[in-house]
C-alpha cells in the first residue's frame, strides 16, 4: 500500500494541566518551521483571551512543524473533561497521539478518557512522562500506572509495546532517560519518535475524493470554515463537490478556498490530497461529521459521534430593575441569534426553545463548558439572566437514569474524613482510597453529576485551598431518589432599592456572609448574602443612620465591617437554587430571585409549602 512518507498526523491529549500546549510551544520553537525572526510567547496556541487568563484550552488547535524536510501535522486538544467533544472528533483526523502524563501526579480521569478515545480508533499511541523535573517526580511508577491503564482499557499487543520519552516541556528539554540529570535541551527524540512510531498516511489520491469535516471556524469575511482531513482523493479551489449532509441530502458547492497549516499561520493552498489537514471555505451550513466529495461520486464517511450533553441551564432575557444599564445587547432577538451562531462551532452545545419566546434551554457537557459560554457574552456586551445547573435525564433500557463522574480527589490526610463525610452526603461511592506517600491521599469516587453541582467551593474551603479535585463523565446510571442536593442555607434578600450603606450592612451582616460592598446599588428582590440559617431572611442594606447633634464623649469613630464575599461567575452559579437566577452584565454578576417583589414571592412559597404538604 503506498503511503505518503512527506507528513505525520498527530494529536496531543492529555488530562488538564499535564502540559499538552507547553509542549507544543517548544516542538514549534525546536522545529524548522519558524524563521530566526518569529518571536513566539507561552502557550501561543491558546489565542482566545479566556484561555489565556485561565491557562487552559478550550478549543482544539491545528498546526505544523518541519522537521527533516517532512510535516508533522499537531492538533492540540484540551484536556478539561467539559470540552470533551472536541478531543472525540480529532481523533478521526490523526494516526497517532502524544499521550502527556504528569511525572508527580500520575494518570487522571482526563487521562482515561482521552486513551479511551485514542485506542477506539486503533491509534498508534507514544507516551511523554511530563514535568520530570518536577520535586515529588516519579516518573517509573508512572509509566507502569500508564501501563496499568492500557492494559484495562483493552489496548492490543502493538499499542502495549508503546515508546516512552521523558521531558520538561517547560524547560524545553527530553530524553530518552527517566533520570531528570540526563534531560538534554532538545525535542529531537520527540520528533524522531514520530517519524519512526507514528505511521504514515496512505497515498491514494487517484481515487474519487472524501474529506470529512472534524472542527468547524467561522469568520465574517468567508464565512463557515470546514476544518478535517482529506481520507481519500485530492480537493483543489473552484472544484465543484458534493457535501453528504447528516440527515442523508446533498448539497452542491464550489470551494472558493483551501488553507494548510504551518506553524502559527494558516496558509492559503491551491490544492490538498490524502493525508492532508485543510480547511475550507465556500459551504455556508456544514457540519462536525459531513463528507464532501465528487458530484458524480457521492460517497460519505461514517458519521463521527459526539458524546451527548449532560447539564443544561434556562438562558433569558435580563428582566431585572437595572436592564440596559451596562449592556448593549439586551434584546431576545440579539441573545438568540448569537446563541445560534455558538452552534456553528461548538458541536457539544444544544439549544431549544422553551415556551417562553425570551428564554432558551441551552445544554453542555458540564458547568465549565456553560460558565465559559456565559463569560464569552457578557465580554461580547450581551445582558442576560441565567437558571441553576441541572443535570439531563436519560432513559436506558427502560429505565429512567442520570450522569455519574468519575472523580479522583488528592487531599492533605488531615482532611481525608472531611471529605469522604461531604461526598457521601453527595451519594458518592467511595471506590479506591490510598496514600500518595507525601502526606496526602488519594480517593477515587462515583459521583452522580448532580451531586457535585456547588461542589468545588465547599471543596475548596475544606480543603484550606489545598486539595485537587478532578471529575469526568463515567456513565448514566439509574436515578437516585428522593434526594435532592442543593445550598443548604437560604439568602439574605434586598427588601428595597438603593445604595448598600455601611451602617446597615453592619447592622445584617450578623445574619450571614455578605456578598456586597457599601456604596453597591441593589433592587428588591437582589441576593445580598447567604443566610446562617437555613430559611430566607429578608434585610435592608440601604438604611442610613440617623443624623443627630448628640455627640459620643469619644466622638464617632468610623464604621468597620467585615470584608465582603464577592462570588466569581462560577461560584455565583453553584449557589443558586430552584427559586434564583443569576443576572449577567458585561460589568456585573448579581444574584437574584426569580420573583423579585417580597409579598409576592412569600405568597408564592406558602403556596408551594401546601401543594408540598398534600
Same mark, same amino acid.
Given at each position: 500500500? #503506498?503511503?505518503?512518507?512527506?507528513?505525520?498526523?498527530?494529536?496531543?491529549?492529555?488530562?488538564?494541566?499535564?502540559?499538552?500546549?507547553?509542549?507544543?510551544?517548544?516542538?514549534? =520553537?525546536?522545529?524548522?518551521?519558524?524563521?530566526?525572526?518569529?518571536?513566539?510567547?507561552?502557550?501561543?496556541?491558546?489565542?482566545?483571551?479566556?484561555?489565556?487568563?485561565?491557562?487552559?484550552?478550550?478549543?482544539? !488547535?491545528?498546526?505544523?512543524?518541519?522537521?527533516?524536510?517532512? /510535516?508533522?501535522?499537531?492538533?492540540?486538544?484540551?484536556?478539561?473533561?467539559?470540552?470533551?467533544?472536541?478531543?472525540?472528533?480529532?481523533? #478521526? @483526523?490523526?494516526?497517532?497521539?502524544?499521550?502527556?502524563?504528569?511525572?508527580?501526579?500520575?494518570?487522571?480521569?482526563?487521562?482515561?478518557?482521552?486513551? #479511551?478515545?485514542?485506542?477506539?480508533?486503533?491509534?498508534?499511541?507514544?507516551?511523554?512522562?511530563?514535568?520530570?523535573?518536577?520535586?515529588?517526580?516519579?516518573?517509573?511508577?508512572?509509566?507502569?500506572?500508564?501501563?496499568?491503564?492500557?492494559?484495562?482499557?483493552?489496548?492490543?499487543?502493538?499499542?502495549?509495546?508503546?515508546?516512552?520519552?521523558?521531558?520538561?516541556?517547560?524547560?524545553g528539554t527530553c530524553s530518552f532517560d527517566s533520570n531528570p540529570d540526563k534531560q538534554e535541551h532538545t525535542m529531537d527524540p520527540i520528533f524522531n519518535t514520530i517519524l519512526d512510531t507514528i505511521p504514515a498516511p496512505v497515498d491514494n489520491s487517484d481515487e474519487p475524493l472524501q474529506?470529512?469535516?472534524? @472542527?468547524?471556524?467561522?469568520?465574517?469575511?468567508?464565512?463557515?470554515?470546514?476544518?478535517?482531513?482529506?481520507?481519500?482523493?485530492?480537493?483543489?479551489?473552484?472544484?465543484?463537490?458534493?457535501?453528504?449532509?447528516?440527515?442523508?441530502?446533498?448539497?452542491?458547492?464550489?470551494?472558493?478556498?483551501?488553507?494548510?497549516?504551518?506553524?502559527?499561520?494558516?496558509?492559503?493552498?491551491?490544492?490538498?490530497?490524502?493525508?492532508?489537514?485543510?480547511?475550507?471555505?465556500?459551504?455556508?451550513?456544514?457540519?462536525?461529521?459531513?463528507?464532501?466529495?465528487?458530484?458524480?461520486?457521492?460517497?460519505?464517511?461514517?458519521?463521527?459521534?459526539?458524546?451527548?450533553?449532560?447539564?443544561?441551564?434556562?438562558?433569558?432575557?435580563?428582566?431585572?430593575?437595572?436592564?440596559?444599564?451596562?449592556?448593549?445587547?439586551?434584546?431576545?432577538?440579539?441573545?438568540?441569534?448569537?446563541? =445560534?451562531? /455558538?452552534?456553528?462551532?461548538?458541536?457539544?452545545?444544544?439549544?431549544?426553545?422553551?415556551?417562553?419566546?425570551?428564554?432558551?434551554?441551552?445544554?453542555?457537557?458540564?458547568?465549565?463548558?456553560?460558565?465559559?459560554?456565559?463569560?464569552?457574552?457578557?465580554?461580547?456586551?450581551?445582558?442576560?439572566?441565567?437558571?441553576?445547573? !441541572?443535570?439531563?435525564?436519560?432513559?436506558?433500557?427502560? /429505565?429512567?437514569?442520570?450522569?455519574?463522574?468519575?472523580?479522583?480527589?488528592?487531599?492533605?490526610?488531615?482532611?481525608?474524613?472531611?471529605?469522604?463525610?461531604?461526598?457521601?452526603?453527595?451519594?458518592?461511592?467511595?471506590?479506591?482510597?490510598?496514600?500518595?506517600?507525601?502526606?496526602?491521599?488519594?480517593?477515587?469516587?462515583?459521583?452522580?453529576?448532580?451531586?457535585?453541582?456547588?461542589?468545588?467551593?465547599?471543596?475548596?474551603?475544606?480543603?484550606?485551598?489545598?486539595?485537587?479535585?478532578?471529575?469526568?463523565?463515567?456513565?448514566?446510571?439509574?436515578?437516585?431518589?428522593?434526594?435532592?442536593?442543593?445550598?443548604?442555607?437560604?439568602?439574605?434578600?434586598?427588601?428595597? /432599592?438603593? =445604595?448598600?450603606?455601611?451602617?446597615?450592612?453592619?447592622?445584617?451582616?450578623?445574619?450571614?456572609?455578605?456578598?456586597?460592598?457599601?456604596?453597591?446599588?441593589?433592587?428588591?428582590?437582589?441576593?445580598?448574602?447567604?443566610?446562617?440559617?437555613?430559611?430566607?431572611?429578608?434585610?435592608?442594606?440601604?438604611?442610613?443612620?440617623?443624623?443627630?447633634?448628640?455627640r459620643s464623649s469619644n466622638k464617632d469613630q468610623t464604621a468597620t465591617i467585615k470584608k465582603p464575599t464577592h462570588l466569581t461567575l462560577e461560584e455565583s452559579l453553584e449557589f443558586l437554587n430552584e427559586d434564583e437566577l443569576l443576572e449577567i452584565t458585561p460589568e456585573s454578576i448579581?444574584?437574584?430571585?426569580?420573583?423579585?417583589?417580597?409579598?409576592?414571592?412569600?405568597?408564592?412559597? #406558602?403556596?408551594?409549602?401546601?401543594?408540598?404538604?398534600?
Amino acid at each position: 500500500m #503506498k503511503t505518503r512518507d512527506d507528513i505525520r498526523n498527530v494529536a496531543i491529549i492529555a488530562h488538564v494541566d499535564h502540559g499538552k500546549t507547553t509542549l507544543v510551544n517548544e516542538l514549534l =520553537k525546536q522545529s524548522d518551521t519558524l524563521n530566526a525572526h518569529t518571536e513566539i510567547g507561552d502557550r501561543a496556541l491558546d489565542s482566545n483571551d479566556i484561555e489565556k487568563e485561565r491557562g487552559i484550552t478550550i478549543l482544539s !488547535k491545528t498546526t505544523a512543524v518541519k522537521y527533516k524536510d517532512k /510535516q508533522i501535522n499537531i492538533v492540540d486538544t484540551p484536556g478539561h473533561a467539559d470540552f470533551g467533544g472536541e478531543v472525540e472528533r480529532i481523533m #478521526k @483526523m490523526v494516526d497517532g497521539v502524544l499521550l502527556i502524563v504528569d511525572a508527580f501526579e500520575g494518570t487522571m480521569p482526563q487521562t482515561r478518557f482521552v486513551l #479511551k478515545k485514542a485506542l477506539d480508533q486503533h491509534l498508534t499511541p507514544i507516551v511523554v512522562i511530563n514535568k520530570i523535573d518536577r520535586p515529588g517526580a516519579r516518573p517509573e511508577e508512572v509509566v507502569d500506572e500508564v501501563l496499568d491503564l492500557f492494559i484495562e482499557l483493552g489496548a492490543d499487543e502493538d499499542q502495549l509495546e508503546f515508546p516512552v520519552i521523558y521531558a520538561s516541556a517547560m524547560n524545553g528539554t527530553c530524553s530518552f532517560d527517566s533520570n531528570p540529570d540526563k534531560q538534554e535541551h532538545t525535542m529531537d527524540p520527540i520528533f524522531n519518535t514520530i517519524l519512526d512510531t507514528i505511521p504514515a498516511p496512505v497515498d491514494n489520491s487517484d481515487e474519487p475524493l472524501q474529506f470529512q469535516v472534524s @472542527m468547524l471556524d467561522y469568520n465574517e469575511f468567508v464565512g463557515r470554515i470546514g476544518i478535517g482531513r482529506v481520507f481519500r482523493g485530492t480537493i483543489k479551489v473552484g472544484d465543484q463537490v458534493t457535501v453528504m449532509k447528516l440527515d442523508g441530502s446533498q448539497k452542491n458547492f464550489r470551494v472558493t478556498k483551501l488553507f494548510g497549516f504551518l506553524g502559527l499561520q494558516r496558509v492559503e493552498i491551491n490544492e490538498a490530497k490524502a493525508g492532508d489537514l485543510i480547511a475550507v471555505s465556500g459551504m455556508d451550513d456544514i457540519f462536525v461529521g459531513e463528507t464532501v466529495c465528487p458530484v458524480d461520486h457521492p460517497e460519505a464517511l461514517p458519521i463521527l459521534r459526539i458524546d451527548p450533553p449532560t447539564l443544561q441551564m434556562t438562558f433569558m432575557t435580563n428582566t431585572s430593575p437595572f436592564v440596559g444599564r451596562e449592556g448593549e445587547h439586551v434584546t431576545a432577538r440579539k441573545l438568540e441569534d448569537r446563541l =445560534k451562531v /455558538q452552534l456553528h462551532t461548538d458541536v457539544s452545545l444544544r439549544v431549544e426553545d422553551t415556551e417562553s419566546p425570551d428564554a432558551w434551554t441551552v445544554s453542555g457537557r458540564g458547568e465549565l463548558h456553560l460558565s465559559i459560554l456565559i463569560e464569552m457574552l457578557r465580554r461580547e456586551g450581551f445582558e442576560l439572566a441565567v437558571s441553576r445547573p !441541572k443535570v439531563i435525564y436519560r432513559e436506558v433500557d427502560g /429505565q429512567l437514569c442520570e450522569p455519574f463522574e468519575s472523580v479522583i480527589i488528592d487531599t492533605p490526610d488531615e482532611y481525608t474524613g472531611a471529605v469522604i463525610d461531604s461526598m457521601a452526603q453527595r451519594k458518592g461511592d467511595m471506590l479506591n482510597m490510598e496514600p500518595n506517600g507525601n502526606g496526602t491521599t488519594r480517593l477515587e469516587f462515583s459521583t452522580p453529576t448532580r451531586g457535585l453541582i456547588g461542589y468545588d467551593s465547599q471543596f475548596l474551603s475544606m480543603t484550606r485551598g489545598y486539595g485537587i479535585l478532578n471529575h469526568t463523565f463515567a456513565e448514566y446510571k439509574p436515578v437516585i431518589r428522593n434526594w435532592e442536593p442543593g445550598r443548604r442555607n437560604g439568602a439574605l434578600v434586598s427588601i428595597n /432599592q438603593g =445604595k448598600a450603606t455601611t451602617y446597615a450592612i453592619m447592622g445584617v451582616e450578623g445574619r450571614g456572609t455578605i456578598f456586597v460592598d457599601p456604596g453597591t446599588e441593589v433592587y428588591e428582590g437582589m441576593i445580598v448574602g447567604q443566610s446562617s440559617r437555613e430559611r430566607d431572611i429578608s434585610v435592608n442594606v440601604t438604611k442610613g443612620k440617623n443624623m443627630t447633634n448628640v455627640r459620643s464623649s469619644n466622638k464617632d469613630q468610623t464604621a468597620t465591617i467585615k470584608k465582603p464575599t464577592h462570588l466569581t461567575l462560577e461560584e455565583s452559579l453553584e449557589f443558586l437554587n430552584e427559586d434564583e437566577l443569576l443576572e449577567i452584565t458585561p460589568e456585573s454578576i448579581r444574584l437574584r430571585k426569580t420573583i423579585l417583589e417580597t409579598n409576592a414571592r412569600e405568597k408564592a412559597a #406558602k403556596k408551594a409549602a401546601r401543594q408540598t404538604q398534600d
